[in-house]
């Protein structure tokens, strides 16, 4: 009878470990669909795949209040310290723009950082690896608060420079 018992439980343990192990599969967000918020300013970054870009390895936008948008980017530099260089553009004019014109529209400029659960840091993943809990945007508050976008037109409430992962898009 202990045989039959132990038999019949070994389907459902089986079942309930591969439901376990399905969980956490589902839990992992690739960067590509991470949704980030900024706790103080309510800040929010939200990912978008960003396609065929040969140079651009993350795209995402900057949501802060007053429905004011950032346009973001990140290109890794070359070399052998090569780094997820991040830019925030507000504003910008479309097509085929001129260096002057981009400097003019950039808010900040900088490396993306990430951390870990147990605070260790990194830099920001490329699309199709899993998003970190926290990403790092140095000396953000500062250079949005010089901006354009910052004042009775744009925004008011300044972030601070660290993101925590809130939750992945469908």
Known sequence: MT???LGAARPVMFAASAALAAAD???AC???LAVYGET????EI???PTGTSATITNSFRMILDNNTVLDGIAMWTEGSASRPHGSLMYKCPTGDVTGEELAACTVWEGVIYSADEKGGVGLLPAEGADAPKSLIFPDLGPSLQMSAAYGPAGFSNVPWDVFTLKGCQE
């Open 46 to 48: 939200d990912f978008t």
């Open 3 to 5: 045989a039959r018992l």
């Open 40 to 43: 103080k300013s309510g800040a």
């Open 25 to 27: 599969a589902h839990a």
């Open 30 to 32: 690739p960067i590509q």
